[in-house]
């Protein structure tokens, strides 16, 4: 998997057994890993103003969403999802808030505020 940047600056792009992110920079030649994301092409997802990506990590069993920086690519903060899959995670179109699925067993939506707050959980499979 590998995708832009915002900036059109850097590439982020997975090895072929999925343990590690690595962002490189087309202007300097760095690059920057992080490591563990769950899935290669549903792991990353960069906020609308495109300051912070999201990547889906798994530590531990468990799944978290941690919040890079695309200026210095440093972690922001981890967020534990209180998902029991997550499967894929979106940001709100004016970067307050960021959304996680759940696999098809879980079938819930969680959101989350970027300080780590969850502000709502919907069950989609229990819902009549």
């Known amino acids: 998997m590998a995708c832009w940047a915002p900036d059109s600056a850097h590439i982020c792009c997975t090895n072929e057994l999925n343990v590690r992110v ?3 920079s087309l202007s300097n030649r760095s690059v920057h890993y992080i490591d563990s994301p769950k899935h290669p092409v549903k792991s990353t997802c960069f906020s609308q103003d495109g300051s912070t990506m999201t990547v889906l990590l798994r530590i531990d069993c468990k799944d978290n969403i941690s919040l890079f920086s695309t200026s210095t690519w440093k972690c922001l903060k981890t967020i534990a999802c209180q998902t029991r899959d997550a ?3 979106f940001w709100s179109p004016v970067n307050h808030h960021i959304a996680v699925t ?3 067993l879980g079938g819930a939506v969680a959101v989350y505020s970027v300080d ?3 502000l709502a959980m919907v069950n989609l499979v ?3």
């Open 87 to 89: 499967n894929d995670l």
């Open 102 to 104: 759940d696999g098809p």
């Open 22 to 24: 690595a962002i490189w």
């Open 126 to 128: 229990d819902v009549s």
């Open 116 to 118: 780590g707050r969850q």
